[in-house]
């Protein structure tokens, strides 16, 4: 009985609402602060490559109508994701040139589509392959968003460059 009335103490529920305070406030200024680490402009791009005869049924259905093929030698499926890590968004005004995508050695690319956006709106212009290069079309992506496209190509993909001119970018970085 006693320990019950020592738990009710007005002083013992006076510290422990102050520590309960104290913790509430320290973990949304610990939040806020990591959310202010982050810069108000940050572009990143990765590339997922698969060898489409290895690829899974779950990275295979990444690809919509992905059409059947003769030759599937040497085919690669390509998950090219563009990500705005920071706060500010890219607006389209902001594209000097296009983002180009060029794979280097005898690669070919046999299909260029947009895959999927997340936290952002789709790109609506559809990519267009130049040879071995592949032409972003100015698109929005928010603050937090991500863009990705989706490539066939023969040949190996792993060897590539970026060439973009993006107002507040000096180069889109490697994600990681």
């Known amino acids: 009985m006693k320990s019950t009335e020592q ?6 529920l006076v510290i422990l609402l102050g520590l309960a305070v ?3 406030v320290f973990l949304k200024a610990r939040k806020a602060k990591v959310t202010a680490l982050r810069a108000d402009y940050d572009f990143a791009y990765s590339c997922i490559i698969e060898s489409l005869a290895k690829a899974s049924a779950e990275f295979r259905g990444k690809f919509h109508d992905l059409p059947p093929f003769d030759d599937p030698t040497d085919l690669h499926l390509v998950r090219f994701g563009l990500f705005n890590i920071g706060h500010g968004a890219i607006e389209i005004d ?3 040139r296009p983002i180009k995508l060029t794979f280097t050695g005898s690669v070919e ?3 260029a589509t947009f895959g999927e ?3 952002s709106p789709a790109a ?3 990519p267009e392959i ?5 032409i972003l079309a100015p698109f929005h992506i928010n603050g937090g968003g991500t863009v990705i496209f989706n490539l066939v190509v ?3 993909p792993a060897r590539h460059v970026i060439d973009s001119n993006i107002d507040n970018f000096d180069e889109i970085r490697l994600f990681g």
């Open 130 to 134: 130049d040879g071995n290069s592949v």
């Open 22 to 24: 104290y913790v509430v």
């Open 117 to 119: 956006a997340i936290k």
């Open 94 to 96: 902001h594209y000097r």
């Open 7 to 12: 738990l009710l103490n007005p002083l013992v």
């Open 109 to 111: 690319i046999l299909s």
């Open 124 to 126: 609506t212009a559809p």
């Open 154 to 156: 023969r040949g190996d």
